[in-house]
C-alpha cells in the first residue's frame, strides 16, 4: 500500500497529478476510459483490455474487438465520457481540459501522462498498470519493453555507426530531429540521427537540407499508396552522390507513436535497416 | 483653345513589346539568381532541382498575379483576389476529405492532393458559377455574393470534416493550407507542364482583352455600348481565372496576398492599364513569388526552424508592404 | 455620316421586367440624322428603360427596333458600336484612368487587337476634345473634374466612336445651369454640325423644349405625344403627363414658351 502511494506520487510528481490519484479503494477492477491511442495500445497489448471501458475515435483496437468511443483530443465532452461510468481517464492531454468531468464526477481517477521518449513508455506501462490494480503485469511488461530494447543495443554494440535519417512523407518530407523518439531509436539501433545534428522537434526539411547531411540511409514513411514512389523517390535523389544510401520505406503509421510496439517491432527492423548484417530476431 | 498636343502619348504596340522583353529578360535574371543562391557543392542534379522549384513558383506567382488582376478588373473592385471565387476553399474540402477518407477506404492511386485539390477547386467553381448566373449570365455583385458564401459554406464543411480527421492528418491539412512551392517535380513534371500551359494560355487570353477591361471600368453599358461583349468577357474571364487559380492551388496550396498585393502595386506605380498591367502583374508575380520561396530555402539553410510554408512569407511582406503603400496614397492624395 | 434619314427607329416596343408590371406599352421612336431628340416624362413612365431597348442592352418583349434599317439585336456589339454611341448618366471611372485613356476607349470598335490606338485614332480622339473644350484635361482623371467636365469627357468619347446615333441618358440631370447648357448647345451642334442623329432622355422640360427639333412625351410607358417643341409644349399636354397643373410663360428670345407647374 505504501509502496503504491509513493510510485503514484513519484509518478504524479514526474508527469503531472491529478486531485485523486488513484481510483477509489472498494473499485477491484476499475474501469478505464482511455484517450489516448498510445494508452489504448499499451492496456490491450498487457492484456488488461477489460478494464478498458471507452477509448477515442482514433484509438486502435485489436481484431474484432469493440469499445465505446467516448470522444476524442479535440473533442472533450462529459456526457459521453460519464455515460460509460469510468473509475478512471488516462489522457496525455493537459487535466484542465477534463475539468467539467471532474466538477461532475470527482470520485474518477484523471491521470495525465507525457509520452515522448522511449523511458516514458516503459514507465508509462508501469504506471497503467499500477491504476488498473494490477502492478505485476505492468512491471512484466516494463521489463520485457526494457529487454527488447536493451537486445537491440546489445546487437548492434560495437557495429561502426552509419548517419542515418527518418522522414515522414516524400513530397513534403518532414524529418525527425533532436527531441524526438525517432532519435533515441536510432541511436539505440546503432546510427546517428543525421537530422539531429540541424533540427531540434520534427521539421520540414528541403531536398538540399538532405542531402547536406549526407545519410548513409534513409528511413521513409509513407502511406501504402505512395511507398514504392516514395522509395524510388529518394533513390532518385540519392543516386548522384558519389556514396550509395540506402533507402528504406515502413508504411505502418505506429512508428510515429511511442508505444510498445516500438520495442516489439520498429526496434528491431530499424536496427537490420541500418545494419542490413544482422540475422532477424526472435519477434519481428 | 489653344492647341495643345494629346498628352501623355498612347500605348502604343512597340511599347508594350519592349515591355514584354525586359520583363522576359528579367524574370530569367531572377530565376536564375534564385536557382543559384545559396550554393554548396551546387552539383548540376541539386540546381535541376532549384530550376524547376524556380519554374513552379514563377507558375503559380503569375497565375495568381494575373487571375487577381483579371478579377478587379473585371468586378471593378482593387480588392477583388483571386480566392473570393472559392478556389482555395474548395480545394481545401478536397484535400481534407481525401485526408479523411484515406483511413476509411483505400483510395486510388491517381488521388493524390493536387487531384483532389483540383477537383475541388473546379467543383467549387461550377458550384460558384451555378448560384450567380441568371440565364447564362453573371452580373458582379451577385458572383462576388455567391464566392463569400460558398467560401463560408465550404469553411463550414472543413469544420465539419476535421471532426472525422486523425490529428496528425490536421496537422498536415493545416500545413498545406499555408501554401508551399513543391520540390518533387523534378521527377516528374507532369503537373508543371500541365500548369504551365493553361496559366499562360490563360494569361494569353487575358492579355488580349486588355482594352476590354478598360472600357468595362467605365460601367457595363459604357463597355457594352464601346463595343465589348459584357457577358462573354465576364463568362471567359469566370473560366479563365478559375482555371489558372485552380491550377496554382494544385501546385502549391493556397498561397495568399500575391493574387491582391501584386496587381495592386503594379496598378499604383504604372496606372489602370489593363493591357500593360496584365504582362507586369505576370512577371512580378513570378519573380516575387520566385525571390520568396528562395527566401524560404535560405531560411532552412540559416537556421535550423526547417522550411517555412512561403505563404507565411507572402503575409508577413505583403501584409506590412501593402498597408504602407496605401498610407502614402492616402497622404498624397490628401495633401 | 449615314445615308438615311431615320436611323433609329423604334415601332411598337413592349417591355416588362416581371409580366404583371409592364413598363413599356407600345412605344414609337423615330430619330433621324441631323436632328436633336428628346424623351421627356414624370420618373417612372419608362424613359429610361426605352434608352436601354434602344441600345441593345434589353430584349423587348415585342416590337421592332432597327438601327440603320437592321434589327438591333441582329448587329454584333463591335458593329453596333460603329453605330450607336452611348453616354451615361453619371459619368464614372473604376480605376484612375486618364482622360485620353478614357476617350481612346471609344476607339475600341475601330481598333484591331488590344485596342491600341494609331495616328488616326489619336486625331479623332484630339478632335472630339476640341469639340467638348475637354483638351486640357488630357492627362488628369475624372475624378479631378467637375460634374459638368466629366460629362463633356464622357461626351467626347462617344464621340470618338463616330457614331451615327448618340444616345444620352439624363446628361445634365446633376448639373449646374451654366453646364446644362454647355452640354445642351453641345448636342444641338453634334446635331446639326456634325449630321448625327442625338437622342436624349431628358428631365428638364425647359432645356429640351428649347434645343430639341423633335420632342417625344411619355407617361406610364406611352407615349402621349410627339412633334416639333410647338406642338408638345402645351400646357394641357404637359398637365396630364405630369399630373400638376402647367402654366405657359412667354419668353422674349425664344420660340417655345417657358414651362412652370403651378
Redesign the interface.
Known amino acids: 500500500m505504501r509502496r503504491l502511494a509513493v510510485i503514484l506520487l513519484a509518478g504524479a510528481l514526474l508527469n503531472g497529478g491529478c486531485e485523486r490519484r488513484a481510483p477509489r479503494d472498494d473499485v477491484p477492477s476499475p474501469r478505464v476510459v482511455s484517450f489516448s491511442p498510445a494508452i489504448t495500445e499499451m492496456l490491450f497489448d498487457m492484456g488488461l483490455g477489460d478494464h478498458v471501458v471507452g477509448v477515442t475515435r482514433y484509438c486502435i483496437l485489436p481484431e474484432g474487438v469493440r469499445r465505446p468511443v467516448v470522444g476524442s483530443q479535440l473533442n472533450i465532452r462529459a456526457e459521453p465520457i460519464l455515460a460509460v461510468n469510468p473509475d478512471v481517464l488516462l489522457a496525455q492531454t493537459a487535466p484542465k481540459h477534463f475539468e467539467t468531468v471532474r466538477k461532475l464526477s470527482p470520485h474518477i481517477c484523471i491521470a495525465h501522462f507525457r509520452i515522448e521518449t522511449l523511458a516514458d513508455i516503459g514507465v508509462a506501462m508501469a504506471r497503467i498498470a499500477e491504476i488498473v490494480r494490477r502492478p505485476d503485469i505492468g512491471r512484466r511488461a516494463k521489463a520485457e519493453f526494457l529487454a527488447k530494447l536493451k537486445n537491440v543495443r546489445e546487437k548492434v554494440a560495437g557495429l561502426n555507426r552509419p548517419r542515418v535519417i527518418f522522414v515522414t512523407g516524400y513530397k513534403n518530407p518532414l524529418a525527425a530531429g533532436r527531441a524526438t523518439f525517432i532519435n533515441e531509436l536510432i541511436e539505440l539501433a546503432g546510427g546517428v540521427n543525421a537530422a539531429g545534428e540541424k533540427y531540434s522537434g520534427w521539421k520540414r526539411a528541403s531536398i538540399e537540407s538532405i542531402l547536406r547531411l549526407a545519410p548513409d540511409v534513409v528511413v521513409c514513411e509513407a502511406g501504402p499508396a505512395t511507398v514504392d514512389e516514395a522509395r524510388r523517390y529518394f533513390e532518385k535523389l540519392t543516386a548522384s552522390g558519389g556514396t550509395k544510401v540506402r533507402v528504406c520505406t515502413v508504411t505502418d503509421r505506429r512508428w510515429t507513436i511511442p508505444t510498445g510496439w516500438i520495442a516489439d517491432r520498429a526496434a528491431g527492423r530499424m536496427a537490420r535497416f541500418i545494419h542490413p548484417e544482422l540475422r532477424p530476431g526472435g519477434g519481428e | 483653345?489653344t492647341?495643345?498636343p494629346?498628352?501623355?502619348p498612347?500605348?502604343?504596340?512597340r511599347k508594350?513589346a519592349i515591355c514584354l522583353l525586359g520583363l522576359l529578360l528579367a524574370s530569367v535574371a531572377v530565376a536564375a539568381a534564385c536557382s543559384l543562391a545559396g550554393q554548396?557543392r551546387l552539383?548540376a542534379?541539386?540546381w535541376r532541382?532549384r530550376l524547376y522549384r524556380a519554374a513552379a513558383a514563377a507558375v503559380v506567382g503569375a497565375a495568381l498575379a494575373v487571375g487577381g488582376l483579371a478579377l478587379q478588373g473585371l468586378l471593378?473592385?482593387?480588392l477583388a483576389e483571386p480566392y473570393i471565387l472559392g478556389i482555395s476553399s474548395g480545394a481545401g474540402v478536397g484535400v481534407l476529405l481525401g485526408l479523411a477518407l484515406?483511413t476509411r477506404l483505400?483510395?486510388?492511386?491517381w488521388s493524390?492532393?493536387p487531384f483532389l485539390s483540383l477537383l475541388g477547386a473546379l467543383a467549387t467553381s461550377a458550384v460558384v458559377y451555378g448560384v450567380a448566373q441568371r440565364r447564362g449570365r453573371l452580373s458582379p455583385y451577385v458572383l462576388l455574393l455567391s464566392g463569400v458564401m460558398i467560401n463560408v459554406f465550404n469553411g463550414a464543411l472543413i469544420l465539419a470534416i476535421l471532426?472525422?480527421t486523425?490529428?496528425?492528418d490536421?496537422i498536415?491539412f493545416i500545413?498545406w493550407g499555408m501554401g508551399?512551392v513543391?520540390?518533387?517535380l523534378w521527377?516528374d513534371p507532369v503537373l508543371l507542364i500541365v500548369a504551365a500551359t493553361i496559366v499562360i494560355g490563360g494569361w494569353f487570353v487575358m492579355?488580349?482583352h486588355?482594352?476590354?477591361f478598360?472600357?468595362l471600368?467605365?460601367?457595363d453599358?459604357?463597355a457594352?455600348?464601346?463595343?465589348?461583349?459584357v457577358h462573354r468577357l465576364r463568362m471567359l474571364t469566370f473560366v479563365v481565372v478559375s482555371l489558372m487559380t485552380a491550377m496554382a492551388v494544385a501546385l502549391a496550396g493556397p498561397i495568399g496576398f500575391v493574387g491582391l498585393i501584386v496587381p495592386h502595386v503594379c496598378?499604383i506605380f504604372l496606372?489602370?492599364?489593363h493591357?500593360l498591367l496584365a504582362i507586369v502583374s505576370g512577371f512580378v508575380g513570378a519573380m516575387f513569388l520566385m525571390a520568396a520561396d528562395t527566401f524560404c530555402?535560405m531560411i532552412?539553410?540559416w537556421t535550423?526552424?526547417?522550411?517555412l510554408?512561403v505563404g507565411v512569407i507572402t503575409a508577413l511582406v505583403g501584409g506590412p508592404f501593402f498597408i504602407w503603400l496605401l498610407r502614402r496614397r492616402f497622404r498624397e492624395d490628401a495633401a | 455620316m449615314s445615308g438615311q434619314a431615320h436611323v433609329l427607329e423604334a415601332r411598337g416596343v413592349l417591355f416588362d421586367y416581371r409580366p404583371s408590371t409592364p413598363v413599356l406599352r407600345g412605344v414609337d421612336l423615330s430619330a433621324r440624322a441631323g436632328g436633336l431628340l428628346c424623351v421627356l416624362g414624370p420618373n417612372g413612365s419608362g424613359k429610361t428603360t426605352l434608352l436601354r431597348c434602344l441600345l441593345g442592352e434589353l430584349s423587348p418583349g415585342g416590337g421592332r427596333i432597327e438601327l440603320d434599317g437592321r434589327a438591333v439585336e441582329s448587329y454584333s456589339p463591335r458593329r453596333r458600336a460603329r453605330l450607336l454611341a452611348y453616354v451615361p448618366q453619371f459619368p464614372a471611372a473604376a480605376f484612375a484612368f486618364t482622360v485620353q485613356e478614357i476617350i481612346l476607349t471609344g476607339r475600341l470598335s475601330h481598333t484591331g487587337l488590344l485596342g491600341l490606338a494609331g495616328l488616326k485614332d489619336l486625331d479623332i480622339a484630339r478632335e472630339a476634345m476640341k469639340m467638348t473644350h475637354t483638351l486640357e484635361f488630357a492627362a488628369r482623371t475624372l475624378d479631378e473634374l467637375s460634374g459638368g467636365e466629366a460629362q463633356c469627357v464622357m461626351i467626347a468619347r462617344a464621340i470618338a466612336q463616330q457614331p451615327s446615333v448618340l444616345l444620352l441618358d439624363e446628361p445634365t440631370s446633376h448639373l449646374d445651369v451654366a453646364n446644362q447648357l454647355l452640354i445642351y448647345r453641345m448636342m444641338k451642334r453634334l446635331a446639326h454640325d456634325w449630321g448625327m442623329a442625338v437622342v436624349c432622355v431628358s428631365h428638364d422640360v425647359n432645356l429640351a423644349s428649347r434645343f430639341a427639333d423633335e420632342l417625344l412625351l411619355m407617361r406610364a410607358g406611352r407615349l402621349i405625344a410627339s412633334g416639333a417643341p410647338g406642338e408638345v409644349v402645351r400646357s394641357e399636354i404637359l398637365s396630364k403627363a405630369y399630373g400638376v397643373d402647367i402654366d405657359l410663360i412667354a419668353a422674349p428670345d425664344q420660340d417655345t414658351p417657358i414651362v412652370r407647374a403651378r
Open positions: 483653345m492647341d495643345l494629346v498628352q501623355p498612347a500605348l502604343t504596340g508594350l554548396y552539383t542534379e541539386i532541382i471593378r473592385n482593387p484515406a483505400a483510395l486510388p492511386r493524390t492532393t471532426q472525422f486523425r490529428p496528425t490536421m498536415h500545413g508551399q513543391p520540390e518533387w521527377d492579355f488580349v486588355g482594352a476590354a478598360n472600357a471600368g467605365l460601367g453599358d459604357v457594352a455600348s464601346s463595343g465589348v461583349s496598378r496606372g489602370p492599364d493591357r530555402r532552412d539553410r535550423d526552424l526547417g522550411e510554408p
